[in-house]
C-alpha cells in the first residue's frame, strides 16, 4: 500500500494499492540551484541568437517591458535588475521604461499581487500598466494572420523603440511551451487573433502540441510576436519547488527553444503505460478552473481511452469570471463544441477553446470527477463532472467506473508535469 500526499495541505494523503499503483509522476527537483541575479546575469552576457541587449538600445530609446502575470511563477522582481541595469549603461533613463503586465485573457492583479509579481521598488519607480484584452481602446492593427483573422496587440507596443518579453518556459497545452512569443500573443493581443491561435490548436490532439516546441500554433504565435514588434526575451526554467534553474536570453525564438530544451528535462516524466485511473492536481494553476484545467491537458496524455480522470484544484475564484460562456454552457465533445461554433450559439473562440479541449479529456476520451472547494458541486455536475468531497471519495467513485483492477498514475504538479509514456520496444527473430 501506497501513500499519496499532494500539494495541498488541506488534501488528506490516500492510500493506493501497490497493485493499483502504475506511476507518481512530478517534474523534477534539482540540487542547490545558483542565485536568480547570478543567472540572469549569466544568461545577459550569453544571449541566444542576439547582440547583447546594450546593443538594442541608447539613450533615447523608448522601452516596453512585457512581463506576465500572477497567474505564472516567473519571479519577475529578481528579473528586472539586471534588465534595468543593462538598460541604464546603455543610456536608457527610467522615464523612457515602461513595464507592461501580459495579462492574455486573465483577470486584472490587485497592487498587491503587482508588488509580489514586481517588487515593490519596481512598482514605486517604473510606469507600470494593465492589459486589457477587452478595451477596445488599448488595441492596433498590424496585419493579419494566415486566415485573415486581423491581429491587434496593445497599442504601446507601436509606441516604443525596443520590446523585451519576461516569462517562464514550461509545457502548455495551446502553445507547445508557455514563455518566448507568448509574451505578445496571447499576453498583449486582442480577442480575434487570441481566439484564432487557440481555436487553432482545438484541431489537434494534446500529443500533438503539449511539449512540442515546432508546431503549428507556435510558428503562428512567433510571426505575430515579430509583426508587434517582440525583438528580445528573458525567460526562466524553474523546477518542480518552483526555483529558477535555467535563465534564457536573446532572440525570442532561438532562446526559446534552448529555454523548452530545459524545460522537458524538469517537466517531462516517463509513465510505463496508459493508465485507466488518473489522478491529478492542479497546482500551481490554481487560481481558477479556468487554469486548473492544465491538470487535465496533462491528463490526456496519460489517462487510457474509456478511463477517469480525478482533478483536484481548489479554485478560490471559481469557474472563471473573464469567461463567463464555461459556465453557462459547460463541457462537450470537441465535434459538439465545432457545432456550437458553426451555429453561432458561442462567438468567442477563446472560450470555445477552453471548452473544446477540456471535453476533449473528460468527454471524448475519458470520464471527469472534480474535488475542488472553489467551485460547488452542483455547478461541477452542470459543466460535465462528477463531484466528489474528497479525493478518497473520489478515487472509490472512480474504482466503481473503471474497476477494482484499475491502473492508477497520479500526477503531482499536474498543471506543468509533461506525461511522456515509455516507447516500447519491439523484438525481432529469424528462424535459424
Not at 497592487?111 to 514586481?118: G, I, N, Q, Y
Not at 489537434?204 to 510576436?225: C, F, K, L, T, W
Not at 526554467?237 to 526555483?243: Q, S
Amino acid at each position: 500500500m501506497m501513500q499519496i500526499t499532494l500539494s495541498y495541505p488541506n488534501v488528506p494523503p490516500v492510500d493506493i494499492p501497490d497493485a493499483n499503483l502504475l506511476a507518481t509522476l512530478e517534474p523534477r527537483e534539482i540540487g542547490s540551484p545558483r542565485p536568480v541575479e547570478n543567472l540572469a546575469e549569466e544568461a545577459l552576457d550569453h544571449p541566444i541568437g542576439a547582440e547583447a541587449l546594450e546593443k538594442f538600445v541608447g539613450p533615447s530609446s523608448k522601452v516596453l517591458v512585457l512581463v506576465d502575470d500572477i497567474t505564472r511563477q516567473t519571479p519577475a522582481h529578481a528579473l528586472l535588475p539586471s534588465v534595468f541595469r543593462r538598460l541604464s549603461q546603455a543610456g536608457v533613463t527610467r522615464q523612457n521604461i515602461t513595464i507592461l503586465i501580459a495579462a492574455g485573457t486573465h483577470s486584472h492583479m490587485t497592487k498587491s499581487e503587482l508588488e509580489v509579481k514586481l517588487g515593490a521598488k519596481t512598482l514605486e519607480e517604473f510606469a507600470v500598466h494593465l492589459h486589457y484584452w477587452k478595451d477596445e481602446s488599448h488595441l492596433r492593427h498590424i496585419g493579419a494572420a494566415s486566415d485573415g483573422t486581423p491581429i491587434r496587440v496593445n497599442r504601446m507596443l507601436g509606441e516604443v523603440d525596443f520590446v523585451i518579453g519576461i516569462g517562464q518556459i514550461v509545457p502548455h497545452r495551446v502553445m507547445g511551451f508557455t514563455g518566448g512569443s507568448t509574451i505578445v500573443q496571447p499576453g498583449v493581443s486582442g480577442p480575434e487573433i487570441t481566439g484564432h491561435t487557440h481555436w487553432l490548436s482545438t484541431q489537434y490532439p494534446g500529443s500533438e502540441i503539449m511539449g512540442i516546441v515546432d508546431n503549428p500554433v507556435r510558428r503562428e504565435v512567433q510571426e505575430i510576436a515579430r509583426l508587434a514588434g517582440l525583438r528580445y526575451i528573458v525567460n526562466v526554467v524553474m523546477d518542480r519547488k518552483e526555483r529558477v534553474i535555467h535563465v534564457v536570453a536573446g532572440h525570442p525564438v532561438e532562446a526559446h527553444r534552448r529555454g523548452s530544451q530545459h524545460s522537458l528535462e524538469i517537466f517531462g516524466a516517463s509513465l510505463p503505460e496508459l493508465a485507466d485511473i488518473v489522478v491529478a492536481e492542479s497546482y500551481p494553476a490554481d487560481y481558477d478552473l479556468w487554469q486548473a484545467s492544465k491538470g487535465l491537458y496533462s491528463s490526456e496524455l496519460a489517462v487510457k481511452p474509456g478511463g477517469v480522470v480525478i482533478l483536484i484544484t481548489p479554485c478560490p475564484h471559481g469557474v472563471s469570471i473573464e469567461h463567463p460562456e464555461v459556465e453557462k454552457l459547460g463541457y462537450h465533445t470537441v465535434e459538439e463544441v465545432k457545432q456550437m461554433v458553426a451555429s453561432r450559439k458561442i462567438t468567442d473562440l477563446i472560450g470555445a477553446a477552453h471548452l473544446a479541449h477540456v471535453g476533449r479529456v473528460i468527454c471524448d476520451r475519458a470520464r471527469g470527477i472534480m474535488v475542488s472547494s472553489g467551485i460547488a458541486p452542483d455547478t461541477q455536475k452542470s459543466i460535465g463532472f462528477r463531484p466528489a468531497r474528497t479525493l478518497a471519495d473520489g478515487l472509490e467513485m472512480a474504482f466503481s467506473m473503471a474497476g477494482r483492477d484499475a491502473k492508477v498514475a497520479v500526477l503531482r504538479q499536474g498543471g506543468h508535469v509533461l506525461p511522456r509514456v515509455a516507447a516500447k520496444r519491439t523484438t525481432t527473430s529469424s528462424a535459424p
